[in-house]
């Protein structure tokens, strides 16, 4: 597997100059970048997609996002255009950033896409993920209040949810 390289970034989101190399420690005071997306098809229904169980974190588990890490000379619509190829196969530009959170050592971007594309033509990622489903805004909504979520894109999801009146 080639070494995926990534820009080191302030936390303001501003280039810091230098590169960081994925699973190396990243310095103190430097980020990646990470663009996750939620799906919205324009008939209201949201994809989910089912990680592969061998994943090390959340194997199984349905996530509402497709997404991964920025790599060297992508900014954040670039990535987020190809994370949502790679993973799902829909090719789409109509993204709306929807929230920024700031973890130790990365910046993740949120982002939201309402696509009318096939809903039969989602494309797994070998190694990534083993299923889909759409599902309609009020299966949607018990998804985001369940215990089902993985917690932390609840977290990084949540301005979206308290806009659109999600959380319970």
Not at 61 to 90: F, H, M, N, P, Q
Not at 105 to 118: G, N, S
């Amino acid at each position: 597997m080639p070494m995926e390289l990534w820009d080191a970034y302030f936390s303001d989101g501003s280039l810091a100059g230098g590169e960081l190399i994925r699973g190396k420690p990243i310095p103190a005071g430097l980020y990646h970048l990470v663009c996750e997306v939620l799906v919205r098809h324009t008939d209201g229904d949201y994809l989910l997609m089912q990680r592969d169980p061998q994943k090390p974190n959340y194997g199984g588990y349905y996530e509402a996002t497709a997404g991964g890490s920025a790599l060297k000379g992508e900014d954040k619509w670039v990535c987020v255009r190809r994370e949502l190829w790679e993973e799902t196969g829909i090719l789409d530009d109509s993204f709306l950033e929807i929230g920024r959170y700031l973890s130790r050592d990365t910046i993740y971007h949120a982002f939201l896409c309402t696509t009318d594309c096939d809903k039969d033509s989602v494309i797994l990622q070998e190694g990534e993920t083993i299923s889909f489903k759409w599902v309609p805004e009020s299966e949607f909504i018990r998804f985001v209040n369940s215990g089902e979520m993985i917690d932390i894109q609840k977290v990084r999801y949540q301005d979206y949810f308290e806009k659109m009146g999600y959380l319970r």
